[in-house]
């Protein structure tokens, strides 16, 4: 069975930093893209970053190029997000999901809670 | 960057009733490789989104067969064929030919 578990989340204040992590099961983690959506409270979703099977080639939209850093470690079948200079519009949950081409998000995590409050 | 526009933004349906959606988007869909990615989701209250049909019409694996997708490059239906308590929630179109964009979600509820 596939499982995606996010971890990492919490309070944190303004410009300050947090890393989210994500642990894949029950596939080869290694042979999926990968990707980070993120979803403010009682708004819709958010594509926030995704990463290459390799983690040679990663994306991002406007909102979090150069603040957030996508990465995986195939060898532990995780995927991190790196969130640096943290502004209240972070404020999110944060999902892992797994893309496959042509069904991308055919999986998703639970969810972590970020909150960037002072 | 690619807009995804869903309407209605708001869907009131009877049970057994059949419904409609609408994503439309401001480029074509359509890939240099033949492909179009655009997908369906859908996010029951206090859940996870869940894959229900991909690349425009394909139903994906355990998603019930009153759902269907249609539509080609920048207008895209989603199909209801007789709604059912466990339908209710917010739909959201994605495409993933030009990075990734999801549309603003329709909430389907109970009349």
């Known amino acids: 069975e596939v499982q995606l578990v996010e971890s990492g989340g919490g309070l944190v204040q303004p410009g300050r930093s947090l890393k989210l992590s994500c642990a894949a099961s029950g596939f080869t983690f290694s042979n999926y893209y990968m990707a980070w959506v993120r979803q403010a409270p009682k708004k819709g979703l958010e594509w926030v970053a995704t990463?290459?099977?390799?983690?040679?080639?990663?994306y991002y939209p406007d909102s979090v190029k150069g603040r957030f850093t996508i990465s995986r470690d195939n060898a532990k079948s995780s995927l991190y997000l790196q969130m640096n200079s943290l502004k209240s519009e972070d404020t999110a949950t944060y999902y892992c999901?797994?893309?496959?081409?042509?069904?991308?998000?055919?999986?998703w995590g639970q969810g972590v809670m970020v909150t960037v409050s002072s | 960057d690619v807009v995804l526009t869903q309407t209605p933004p708001t869907l009131s349906a009877t049970i057994g009733q059949s419904v409609s959606i609408s994503c439309r988007s401001s480029q074509s869909l359509l890939h240099s490789n033949g492909n179009t990615y655009l997908h369906w989701l859908l996010q029951r209250p206090g859940q996870s989104p869940q894959l229900l049909i991909y690349?425009?019409?394909r139903l994906e694996s355990g998603v019930p067969n009153r759902f269907s997708g249609s539509g080609s490059g920048t207008d895209f239906t989603l199909k209801i064929s007789g709604v059912e308590a466990e339908d209710l929630g917010v739909y959201y179109c994605v495409q993933g030919t030009h990075a990734y964009t999801f549309g603003a979600g329709t909430k389907l509820e109970l009349k």
């Open positions: 999901a797994r893309l496959e081409g042509i069904k991308d998000f055919d999986y």
């Open positions: 990463i290459s099977t390799s983690g040679s080639r990663t």
């Open positions: 690349s425009v019409s």
